[in-house]
């Protein structure tokens, strides 16, 4: 008897043959900010560890039909009590090619699967940049785009729902 449960060899194709693609073009840091307003006193030793507040923001711009640009925002800032130790602002971009994706898969790609690739160079970038100085390495918990793309569609109906009543 012959087992007809097994997968399919070919690679999926979006319906018209051809086969989806989502390609890295290039990936560069756009903007790049690290400050330590109050060094060299910032890096003597403390008791406890500093708050640290960190931001992430995602946007997408398109270039050409194919084409899209996403930036990839990062920032943290480290305090104890009321002294600032450190700021540092990373906005790493990347250019995508995009196509065979059917229209309502653009924007979960634009906004989750785009920025999860650039996320680890990001999270070194940052890392790099708060050890070089004089701070130990921030390394960044991983960030989940797929909820915070969620609550984005959230907050916007909800936006949307007071604007219209």
Known sequence: MADNNEAPTGAATNGN?????????TQYVKDLSFESPGAPNSLRGREKAPGIAINVNVNANPLSDKQFDVNLTLTAKAAY??????????????????????????????FIECPRLLFPFARQI????TRNGGFPPLMLDPIDFAQMFQQKIAEDQAASKVKVS
């Open 81 to 110: 009590d009321k002294e600032v130790l450190f700021n540092v602002e990373l906005v790493y971009g990347g250019v995508f090619s995009i196509s065979g994706f059917p229209q309502e898969h653009m924007l979960p790609l634009l």
């Open 17 to 25: 043959g051809t086969q989806p693609t989502l390609n890295v073009l």
């Open 126 to 129: 940052i890392a790099e940049a």
